[in-house]
């Protein structure tokens, strides 16, 4: 028979399946609703998380939670993942659910700690939008400021949670922890700019989000080159190419121009359509000014792109 933690293992294992599959499908970047569906097991659905509950777990699970949640409220303009919510040792602080240690909620993601057992963090994005980080690890907790540290970790380590070298094992999720942030600066800041250009590309209006890119005027490496959304357009994987390799550019007003050597070039219908057929027309950009391009960055690139070209 089962143990309460074979039968937590087993809840845990199927979750991240169905979750993998989902950002298999959808992106990265899930919905809610896409979220609230859940998942079965044996038959039996189940939920990932819950709407107004933080820490989270079906009610088969005995001993751990299933997984963490942080929301961006509607309204609000402010990304999680430029808030205080990072411990010195570069791991995540979760707020306890309250501020006794002893409650239920908090007892739980407790007993993860003691099993070091694996979770799921679904960390708010976007109001309604979500990046599912896991497995996920409780590493410490500090009473001093109602927290836990949470630590990504590789998905290999939920199969085989032991390393040849112990000492190592808190080195790989402090790694791991790192990336983790990196790509969650990368998917809000495509996000933002996806919504802010209601999901179509800003050249030919594309509107398959699969295939749409937040792209960067300014890149990450200049010290100007923030993840907002005024250096950012939203591109289709071809324009996003074509703009990335200075083969085509945008003048400060936002007309659209290519580079000589590619309108030199002559070949089918894609570059005669696609990528000529939008000279001298005009990028697509957000409503509101204050999420249009930075027309300023954008000269500097146009000008790169005109050196370049």
Request: proline letters at 6%; charged letters at 25%; a neutral charge.
């Amino acid at each position: 028979m089962p143990t309460p933690s074979d039968n937590d293992q087993a809840i845990r294992l199927a979750a991240f399946n169905a979750l993998q599959a989902l950002v298999d499908l959808y992106g990265e970047v899930l919905s809610w609703d896409r979220i609230a569906e859940g998942f079965q097991l044996h038959g039996e659905q189940h939920l990932f998380a819950n709407r107004t509950r933080g820490i989270f777990w079906p009610r088969q699970m005995q001993e751990t939670a299933l997984s963490i949640k942080t929301t961006v409220p509607r309204g609000s303009r402010v990304a999680r993942y430029d808030d205080d919510n990072v411990a010195s040792d570069g791991a995540f602080l979760y707020k306890f659910q309250g501020t006794d240690i002893e409650g239920r909620d908090n007892r739980r993601l407790m007993r993860a700690q003691q099993l070091d057992a694996p979770l799921i963090y679904f960390y708010g994005i976007e109001p309604g939008f979500y990046r599912p980080l896991w497995p996920v690890y409780i590493s410490d907790v500090d009473l001093a400021s109602h927290s836990f540290h949470v630590m990504v970790s590789e998905p290999e380590t939920v199969k085989q949670p032991f390393v040849a070298d112990a000492k190592l094992l808190p080195l790989e999720r402090r790694y791991t922890t790192v990336q983790a942030k990196k790509r969650l600066h990368q998917a809000a800041f495509r996000q933002h700019v996806l919504r802010a250009y209601e999901y179509r590309c800003a050249v030919c209006a594309f509107p398959r989000t699969e295939l749409l890119d937040g792209a960067h005027i300014l890149p990450d490496r200049d010290e100007r080159g923030h993840a907002v959304v005024s250096n950012g357009l939203a591109l289709c994987r071809l324009h996003h190419g074509a703009f990335d390799t200075n083969l085509m550019g945008f003048r400060p007003d936002g007309v659209i121009e290519l580079a000589p050597s590619l309108l030199a070039t002559r070949d089918g219908p894609t570059l005669e359509h696609a990528l000529k057929g939008f000279v001298g027309k005009t990028l697509q950009t957000p409503r509101a000014r204050e999420l249009r391009p930075n027309t300023e960055y954008l000269e500097e690139r146009y000008e790169r792109f005109r050196k370049v070209g």
